[in-house]
C-alpha cells in the first residue's frame, strides 16, 4: 500500500512543488508587473507635466495675444476718436463758414489785392494790409470789391494774363492796376 501510495504521494508532493513554484515564479513576476505599472504610472505623471507645460505655453500665448488684442483696441479707438474729432472740426468749419456767409457784406473784409493773402482793414478811407500795403479810397468795403472785381473783368476780356495791383504812392497812396503782358493800366 505505502510502496503503492508513495509514487502517488510522491507524484502529489512535486505536483505541489511544481504548483508552489509555478506561484512563487508568479509573485517573483509581480514586481515586474510593480515596475510596469510603476513606468506607466509616471509616463502618465510625464504626460500630465507636458500638458500641464502645454496649457502654460497655450495660456502664456494666448494673454499675449489677449494684449496684442487690447493694443489693437486702443489703436483703434485712438483712430476711431481722430477720425471724430475731424468729423467735429469739420462740422465746426461749416457751421462757421455759414455764419460767415450768412452775416452782412459790408462787414467782409476785402482781400488786399497786392498780396492776395491778408484782409484789408480800412480806417476812415485809408486802406492797410499786413503786408505793408495802404492806400486812399472813398469807396467801403463793398464797393472797393466791385471796383477791384470790374477792373479784372474789364481787363480779361481783352487779355488773358492776370492783373497785377500795385500802390502808385504820388501825389497820394492810390491802388492802381497793371498787366506786364498788355498796355492796360489803371487807378482802381
Ligand atoms: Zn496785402
Ligand atoms: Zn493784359
Known amino acids: ?35 510596469l ?6 509616463r502618465t505623471l510625464n504626460e500630465f507635466r507636458l500638458q ?41 468749419n461749416l457751421e462757421e463758414l455759414y455764419a460767415e456767409n450768412t452775416t452782412d ?16 482793414y480800412r480806417i476812415h478811407s485809408l486802406y492797410k494790409c499786413e503786408c505793408g500795403v495802404q492806400f486812399e479810397h472813398a469807396a467801403d468795403n463793398v464797393q472797393l470789391q466791385q471796383l477791384i472785381q470790374h477792373r479784372i473783368n474789364e481787363h480779361e476780356v481783352n487779355c488773358t494774363q492776370a492783373l497785377v495791383f500795385f500802390i502808385e504812392s ?8 497793371i498787366c506786364g503782358s498788355c498796355d492796360y493800366c489803371c487807378s482802381v
Not at 505599472?37 to 509616471?42: C, F, S, T, V
Not at 489677449?66 to 476711431?80: A, G, K, R, T
Request: proline share 7%.
Open 1 to 35: 500500500m505505502q510502496c503503492a501510495n508513495t509514487p502517488v504521494h510522491k507524484t502529489s508532493v512535486e505536483q505541489k512543488r511544481h504548483a508552489q513554484n509555478v506561484a512563487k515564479k508568479q509573485r517573483l513576476g509581480m514586481p515586474k508587473l510593480r515596475d
Open 37 to 42: 505599472l510603476r513606468e506607466a504610472k509616471r
Open 52 to 92: 500641464a507645460d502645454l496649457d502654460n505655453i497655450l495660456r502664456l500665448e494666448l494673454s499675449e495675444l489677449e494684449h496684442d488684442l487690447e493694443i489693437e483696441q486702443h489703436i483703434y479707438e485712438e483712430l476711431l476718436a481722430d477720425v471724430n474729432e475731424w468729423y467735429a472740426l469739420q462740422e465746426q
Open 105 to 120: 457784406p459790408s462787414q467782409e473784409p476785402v482781400i488786399c489785392p497786392v498780396c492776395l493773402k491778408k484782409p484789408l
Open 170 to 177: 504820388q501825389p497820394k497812396s492810390s491802388l492802381f492796376a
